[in-house]
């Protein structure tokens, strides 16, 4: 009766958080007690929220209350202390709730250390004792504390499930291998445990040797991303002098212009002043020479005039012309001229070049590009918006749908002359260039609903705009590739080569591009992805997206994808 009281008094005095006895007890307004440390933790979760909760009855309180020392169960802590009663050790804690149970424990169950496949139930350190002790228990299997026990029984039979049926792969007990299962292929659990052991071994080893290779790839890949990096840095520093050296060479030449002019502009205005002061005191000279002789027609004497008009009327000859004659020059116009034209020539060889270093960052490809893809959810992936540019358009395609959609009318159309502008052959690019991995498809139309004669192309921005058809048409020329479609017949065109092309065909077909591994595919898009022709050539410069119309009424629209 004295061990009940202890053990009851042992219970009523631990905390309700770490399960021990209490340490420093401290109350809650709702009477609970709590290890101090145990409260203040909890408490301190709660800061947040700014409401705090007594983690027994859950009633909730603002603000934080404040923590008093229950001195009663202190005292009483400490006395019992006296009589030997200590915290549980740690071989005996208490199950919590992601813990197995003991399930001999009657009372506050402990954790459970082992579990016996053959009793089919967990037990603590102190309820396992006697599977060490009693001969009869030696041959039970004890493993790891495991809550799914129960899933050893059969649900049929009530008993062990020691055999494994290898027909219905599933565990059995005996009485299912002589009724339901009878003339299955079956044998222990253990001899299928032995064999799946030696394939989850090998599956491990593969496993294993797969977790070595990754790493090895791991190791490349950030070796690889340290030289990407590097190489970058090199190139970014590399191109920064290069320009600032451009930039230099601009403002020299700049300030060289500047200079020329200035001094040019003193110079011959120097020579406009000398000439201006010198004709100025020419004026003047005449002024006098006129005002003595206007003085002398006054003069009444005779005698004294005729004496006086030889040495007046005598003119000294002039230095300069009668008249200044002046160039028919535009003074400094023509060296804004020369400066614009510099700007033109540049900007062009930047454009062109920009175009080229553009490309050339783009094949900058570490990894090898992925296959391609099978199905059409695969190339959408890829789908890029395309539009058509007006000023490539021939003057008889009338585009629509937000330049989308090319018409070839009876009429030309109005359009400003543009050097872009496709003349004679009814073609028009897009006006997005293409590189990288792009997708998009192309709906053809004539007035009867089907595909009667028309092309799809890409070609590089610089393909001639007007002459033979060795310079501008799409496919007959090294600057653009065409699937071609007439009634009856197919072919796709390259550098004037023809190549036959079979296969079903409806009004839609897809075009992938794989700029940087030089891939071009063509596909008839219906309910499944049918390859119509396949280019494996190399791409130097961005392609655009090309359509060629041959009938009059037909047209052709770049599709929107989802």
């Not at 006895?21 to 609970?32: N, Q, R």
């Not at 009589?83 to 399930?103: F, I, K, R, S």
């Not at 510099?342 to 900007?347: A, C, G, S």
């Not at 030089?518 to 008839?524: Q, R």
Request: with cysteine; net charge negative.
């Amino acid at each position: 009766m004295e061990q009940k009281a202890v053990q009851l008094d042992q219970e009523i005095i631990s905390c309700p958080i770490c399960l021990d006895l209490l340490k420093d007890p401290v109350a809650t307004p709702c009477g609970h007690s709590y290890c101090k440390n145990c409260i203040k933790d909890h408490w301190d979760t709660e800061d947040e929220k700014r409401i705090y909760s007594c983690p027994q009855c859950r009633k909730s309180f603002i603000p934080r209350p404040e923590l008093l020392k229950n001195t009663m169960l202190a005292a009483l802590v400490e006395e019992l202390k006296k009589t030997g009663l200590q915290a549980a050790p740690a071989d005996l804690c208490y199950a919590g709730p992601e813990d197995v149970a003991c399930d001999f424990c009657t009372k506050r169950k402990l954790k459970a250390v082992k579990s016996c496949l053959v009793c089919l139930v967990s037990f603590c350190e102190k309820h396992l004792q006697p599977h060490f002790e009693i001969p009869a228990y030696e041959k039970h299997k004890l493993v790891e504390p495991s809550e799914k026990l129960q899933e050893n029984i059969c649900s049929r039979h009530d008993e062990v499930m020691k055999m494994f049926c290898r027909t219905d792969q599933q565990c059995i007990c005996y009485l299912c291998s002589v009724e339901e299962h009878k003339g299955h292929d079956t044998v222990s659990a253990a001899a299928e445990r032995t064999e799946r052991q030696r394939e989850l071994e090998g599956s491990r080893h593969n496993i294993q040797q797969r977790i070595q290779d990754r790493e090895e790839d791991v190791k490349l890949l950030q070796q690889e991303v340290e030289a990407i990096n590097g190489s970058a840095d090199k190139a970014v520093e590399h191109s920064e002098k290069i320009f600032t050296q451009l930039i230099r060479l601009m403002e020299e030449r700049r300030f060289d212009v500047k200079q020329q002019v200035r001094s040019q502009q003193e110079t011959e205005v120097s020579r406009v002043k000398e000439l201006q002061e010198k004709l100025e005191q020419e004026i003047t000279e005449l002024k006098r020479k006129d005002a003595e002789l206007k003085k002398l027609s006054h003069t009444e004497d005779h005698n004294q005039f005729l004496h006086n008009y030889p040495s007046l009327s005598a003119l000294s000859e002039s230095t300069h012309s009668s008249s200044i004659k002046i160039r028919p020059l535009k003074y400094f116009e023509d060296v804004t001229a020369a400066v614009s034209e510099v700007r033109d020539k540049l900007q062009d060889v930047l454009r062109e070049t920009w175009t080229n270093m553009s490309l050339i960052v783009t094949h900058v490809d570490v990894l090898l590009s992925p296959s391609e893809p099978k199905t059409r959810a695969d190339f959408l992936r890829y789908s890029c918006e395309i539009t058509l540019d007006p000023n490539t358009a021939n003057p008889e395609l009338l585009l629509s749908e937000g330049n989308r959609k090319a018409t070839l009318m009876q009429q030309r159309q109005f359009y400003f002359d543009h050097p872009d502008r496709f003349d004679g052959w009814c073609q028009v690019l897009s006006r997005e260039s293409l590189t990288g991995r792009c997708y998009w498809e192309v709906e053809w139309r004539d007035r009867g609903g089907r595909w009667k004669e028309g092309g799809i192309a890409v070609a590089y921005k610089n393909i001639s705009r007007a002459g033979s058809p060795d310079e501008c048409g799409f496919g007959f020329n090294k600057k653009s590739w065409m699937l071609f479609h007439n009634t009856g017949h197919s072919e796709f065109w390259h550098g004037n080569a023809q190549t036959p092309v079979s296969g079903p065909w409806s009004s839609r077909v897809g075009v992938y591009l794989d700029h940087s591994a030089g891939i071009l595919s063509f596909y008839n898009v219906s309910d499944t992805m049918t390859l119509l022709h396949r280019v494996q050539t190399t791409f130097t410069w961005p392609l655009y997206a090309g359509l060629n119309i041959g009938l009059c009424g037909d047209s052709a629209e770049i599709c929107k994808l989802k």
